[in-house]
């Protein structure tokens, strides 16, 4: 091993340093000049160099992957008119005439070229991600054409239809066979509907990020094979807390209730009980309901629907917490002292029987509690004391304008508003973090193979970004912003709290934040303040969670440590998989989101509303409305004079009348128009204020 090590240094200083692009015979023999080594010994390294992302073969021909002369990465493809192969500021350019076959996520090698910006031309499509390709059947002087819903492939399209009769508006499914020339050849495979009928558009997005919608046949015999009822024989190992006055707290409409809790005094503070589905009792390991589970990697909430990651057989069925019904759960039990300090915890399989189940709006609107209410009060107490601990922690709150939707049986938007947290939310959000805290210290102190939830501290360069705009909005960042403490950005939004301000700083801040992701190392999670934090409170939605039961029974309970070293190597594969799974998720419900709300405002043009400016850049202004509503006014469209950009302080300024707009402060804005390409909502400015006044205005009596 340490010969192959010095081998592999060796070799690899010598490409990176004489070899750009070669023949592979040609490199092996300059080796074999070079360094005395037999041709086993090299190819061994070359193959691990490959392994490793360092070079890569194509056609017989070695190309190193210095970054400087070739690079390999996926293709990001922008309103197929350009694109960027690499991360960040070393990120290539590829115009759309050089991207040479490739299509949006394809993983390419590209040649490097440096003038004024780097730019790159793809030299080869390593390997084809998108298989399929949805599109819809237009009609283009009497022949039928098919034009794909993704707009980064503005290719042109050549189609077979086999079994599928074209019909004008009509949305199918097409599977990809070569593409030539920028020429994409495809073959019909399935209708998916017709483009107005009601839920294609969200079936269309969901389709477009390779986000399953149903089961397979496979995951649904097995679902049907699942109990209605558990087996209360089989409870051996199991607390049994069926006696305990167990409640469940949710969301009105939720059917998934994976979760429970119950409290009660102790010396010196309360004894929270926190029970959870206990979902891997049923979903076994490398089961057909398992491997979908580990593909899908969780629920997905759109507008109007939920596309689970678990059979409802399991989701609503057997694993959800009803009322007056058994359930197999696993409860993390803890001690808090009336400091918020969880001074003792355990882990255990436990067997329950809810007694009621409540809503949030029960508990935010204090209706009558009846017997529980000194529970429910206790519970709230408890909550506020954790709340507290955190907060001195610096646990930083921020807040997000999280929409809500009134659906009719259409899938027509009847109405948006802010989404409102309250008390309830609150207090069960500081419970379920807690468990999550509490489980998550015992795994590393067990070191299981789990994947912790991770949120690591902000870079530099963003603190320093953020720490200016903050000072142009008159607040300036204390502390060193190298190593920042989230009590510092704790109290910013403190500062701004009541202020017009408060939520465009709050979503600055956020933007500022590395984004959060799963590792098999427990890194920390800044923006909780916490040292060690895992999921575990939601595994009916989330496969974090039930991997964190399965491997919790296995090790813990079970105490069968024969994988070990196995679900270690499929942690790691994990972790990687639902972080990016994960953020294709999220862009698939912002993208639903954006498209909703344009639909909705359609029926609002000629319209006026109070907004805030959430943005400023080259093109307009953008106006966020009380609704959550983002839409933007165009630049072109100020009349009254010449504005230009001041990047450095987030301003339009006029260059005759000195008006100034910029971010937090309030304006009136008319709904103008859609951009149904875009989904965007073009707004007009209705009222200007004086030169340099922030402060908002009155609306004008009528």
Known sequence: MKEFNQNYETIKLLLFKDIKEEKVDVVIET????????????????????????????????????????????LRVIRGKFGFVGEGDDAAYIGAEDFKDALDQDEVLVRVKHGQRTYGLIEHVIKRTKEYILGTIKLDKKRFVFEAYDRRIPNKIEFKVNNIKPVVDQRVIAKIIDVVDGVIKVEFESVLGMVDEPGIDILSVLFEHNLETEFNNKVNEEALLIPEEID?????????????????????DAKDLDDA?????????YRLYV??????????EKSAIDK???????????????????????????????PNVDRFTLTCQMDIDFKGNIYNYELYPSIINSKRRMSYNEVNNNEDFGDDTEMIELMLSCADALHSKRNKAGSIDFESSESQFLVDAYGRILDITMRETGKAEKMIEAFMVSANESVAKYAVHQELPILYRVHEKPDLDKMKDLSHTLLIL??????NLADVHPNQLQNVLEFFKDKPEHLVVSRLMLRSMKKARYATDALGHFGL??????????PIRRYSDLLTHRNLRKYIFDHNFSDYEADHVFAKEAADHVSETERNIKDAEREVEKMKKSEYMYNKIGESYEGVISGVNNFGIFVELANTVEGVVPLKTLRDDFYTLDAKTHKLVGERTKQVYALGQKVEVKVESINELENDVIMSLKKTRKKGNHRGFKRRKK
């Open 529 to 538: 303040a916490l040292e060690d934090y895992a999921h575990f409170t939601a």
């Open 261 to 269: 809790i119950y409290i009660e005094t102790l010396n010196g503070g």
């Open 474 to 479: 008159g607040y300036r960042l204390k502390g």
């Open 292 to 322: 979908t589970a580990f593909v899908r990697t969780s629920s997905i909430y759109m507008v109007d629907r939920v596309i689970p990651m678990l059979p409802k057989e399991i989701s609503n069925g057997i694993c959800s917490l009803h």
């Open 31 to 74: 080796i074999k000049t070079s360094l005395l080594l037999s041709e086993k010994k090299i190819q061994a390294v070359l193959t691990a160099l490959e392994e490793d992302k360092d070079i890569i073969i194509v056609d017989d021909i070695l190309y190193v992957l210095d970054n400087i002369h070739f690079a390999y990465g996926k």
């Open 232 to 252: 209360t024989s089989n409870i051996e190992g199991r607390i049994d807390h069926r006696s305990q006055n167990a409640i469940t707290i949710d969301g009105e």
């Open 275 to 284: 029970h959870i589905a206990d979902v891997s009792h049923y979903v076994k």
